[in-house]
T-cell receptor, first 119, second 116 residues
Framework: EAGVVQSPRYKIIEKKQPVAFWCNPI?????LYWYRQNLGQGPELLIR????????DSQLPKDRFSAERLKGVDSTLKIQPAELGDSAVYLC?????????????????FGAGTRLSVL | AQKVTQAQTEISVVEKEDVTLDCVYE???????LFWYKQPPSGELVFLIR??????QNEISGRYSWNFQKSTSSFNFTITASQVVDSAVYFC?????????????FGKGITLSVRP
């Protein structure tokens, strides 16, 4: 079974440019997360989706960041315009959900991330 | 508010030594989950274990073992007979069991280097 797939793996852009990241979760996982990991830190949640609904976006800087998960499967995260401080690794994760009876619920499985460098 | 503290930042050991990675957590929730993840140089976070707050039994999986103590709010991870392939950053994380708060709160991670 394929894991969480993210692309691109690396992205280098100049400040003020737009950038987008793509994530395809594990098949059947209805919960999808975007995290940002700054150098030397643990990941921090940006947004969480239950199917196509964003149920926790309190940490998403909405002035420049946006996300969508139109059909409840794959998702994109966009930054426009990018700033120097946005340089980080952007991680996508998925889980079987926050409700339900599966033993694997609440286990988040992560993709390899997109490393963004803003120059 | 939830908080995870990994006081150790870097640990270096020689292969075959045992090593313990410490994790202390804070939460007001009575039901929660604790996790350990491994992040090798490739960058992907690899799930290692999940522990329910109601289950304080220690767990052993091969060379890995975990000690969960609610009395001290700690969830420590021991690698026995370490190997070079264990070199990675290890994260402890916490999540509450409520539907509205299932995000993972991570510690800052511990960089483990195992020398041959």
């Amino acid at each position: 079974e394929a894991g969480v797939v993210q692309s691109p793996r690396y992205k280098i852009i100049e400040k003020k440019q737009p950038v987008a990241f793509w994530c395809n979760p594990i098949s059947g996982h209805n919960t999808l997360y975007w995290y940002r990991q700054n150098l030397g830190q643990g990941p921090e949640l940006l947004i969480r989706y239950e199917n196509e609904e964003a149920v926790d976006d309190s940490q998403l800087p909405k002035d420049r960041f946006s996300a969508e998960r139109l059909k409840g499967v794959d998702s994109t995260l966009k930054i426009q315009p990018a700033e120097l401080g946005d340089s980080a690794v952007y991680l996508c994760a998925s889980s079987a959900g926050t409700s339900g009876r599966t033993r694997s619920k609440n286990i988040q499985y992560f993709g390899a991330g997109t490393r963004l460098s803003v120059l | 508010a939830q908080k995870v503290t990994q006081a150790q930042t870097e640990i270096s050991v020689v292969e075959k030594e045992d090593v313990t990675l410490d994790c202390v957590y804070e939460t007001r929730d009575t039901t929660y989950y604790l996790f350990w993840y491994k992040q090798p140089p490739s960058g992907e976070l690899v799930f290692l274990i999940r522990r329910n707050s109601f289950d304080e039994q220690n767990e052993i999986s091969g060379r890995y073992s975990w000690n969960f103590q609610k009395s001290t709010s700690s969830f420590n991870f021991t690698i026995t007979a370490s190997q070079v392939v264990d070199s990675a950053v290890y994260f402890c994380a916490l999540s509450a069991n409520t539907g509205a708060n299932s995000k993972l709160t991570f510690g800052k991670g511990i960089t483990l280097s195992v020398r041959p």
